[in-house]
């Protein structure tokens, strides 16, 4: 029986989705032969699917492995962990395994190799109803609190919507600036071509929002709201003027959404009141840095507010404090 390891502690970076380390050269997972037991922890838990685990989960079952949420009880040739947020609390279970592979921008920047991470996910391991995938990698914005340009770099084409769309009928693209890509925007001509619903789960870049592209937007149909963000007070007026464009244009989402980073609270109310004014959703989120230093306790009240849309629509900031 082989000795059970404890998944030690190990520190993170930047919140991303999870992507693991795994070896190079695919042929040696498929030693052991076809009866390999692979097992995946979700250290983060299973509220989102992981992309990396489920990419993880079509490959080495079309190697004809055995692939399973780890439990204490299994036995595993190979254990995957993937970690999405560094302030994620680790697992500790000890699991009776050969090898351990950690990764996730929770632990480290390494990346699948191309013949796992160009394989069409394994959605049955959460029961998605939607695909999920990147049409594009990388940013060529540089803020400062992001860990994109560090771990990705700048903006480049990754894959075609039928690389991942498989048998479903909607995507969440996870893509950080399709928008800033010709390939991008040819694979949402695609998509609105094709009828296929949509999330950009991300959010979409109001800078890079003009006529044309409000145009194009207005033929996609959406599996959620049209989301952006306002991380800064430099940026509220784009996302006014993106809003207007795009309303002008019959862009019908079920809602317009925007992310409000919060760091200064003062800063983070004027940009939340100017959403609201304009009937744009905010939802707001606590600064972390790059080493997830929790947010204070001023953030994490000013978040609970504007998010706990019961509150927000009945009292103002001043009478929740």
């Known amino acids: ?12 970076l930047e919140p991303a989705r999870g992507v693991v380390p795994v070896l190079r050269d695919c042929r040696t997972c498929r030693v052991g032969g076809d009866d390999m037991n692979i097992g995946l922890v979700d250290v983060d838990g299973h509220n989102y699917p992981n992309l990396a685990l489920m990419k993880l989960s079509a490959w080495h079952k079309n190697c004809g492995h055995s692939v399973e949420f780890a439990d204490m009880f ?10 999405v947020f560094s302030w994620s609390a680790d697992d500790e279970y000890c699991y009776a395994t050969r090898d351990t592979k950690r990764g996730g921008t929770g632990y480290n920047y390494n990346t699948l190799p191309d013949e796992i991470e160009h394989a069409c996910p394994d959605y049955e391991l959460y029961h998605c109803t939607s695909a999920y995938g990147f049409l594009t990698r990388g940013c060529p914005n540089k803020c400062s609190w992001c860990f994109v340009p560090d771990k990705e770099g700048g903006i480049r084409p990754h894959a075609e919507i039928d690389e991942f769309l498989g048998d479903m009928k909607s995507a969440v693209l996870m893509d950080n600036n399709v928008l800033a890509s010709d390939h991008g925007i040819k694979q949402i001509e695609q998509i609105a071509r094709r009828g296929i619903r949509v999330d950009f789960n991300q959010g979409l870049d109001a ?5 044309p592209i409000a145009k194009l937007l207005s033929r996609v149909k959406w599996l959620a709201p049209l989301r952006m963000a306002c991380d800064s007070l430099a940026m509220l ?7 207007k464009l795009l309303r002008a244009a019959g862009v019908t989402p079920q809602r317009y959404f925007c992310y ?3 760091t200064d609270i003062d ?3 004027v940009r939340v009141e100017s959403l609201r004014s304009i009937n744009v959703d905010p939802f707001a989120q606590a600064f972390r840095d790059k080493k997830g230093t929790p947010p204070t306790r001023e953030q994490k009240d000013f978040c609970r507010w504007v998010n706990h849309k019961a509150i927000f629509k009945s009292i103002m900031w001043e009478q929740y404090v």
Request: charged letters at 20%; a positive charge.
């Open 260 to 262: 409000v980073l919060v």
């Open 74 to 83: 299994g036995q595993y040739d190979v254990l995957y962990a993937s970690k």
């Open 237 to 243: 007026p784009r996302v006014k003027s993106a809003v």
């Open 207 to 211: 800078r890079l929002i003009d006529a």
């Open 1 to 12: 029986m082989p000795i059970p390891r404890l998944l030690q502690r190990a520190r993170g």
């Open 267 to 269: 800063s983070a109310l």
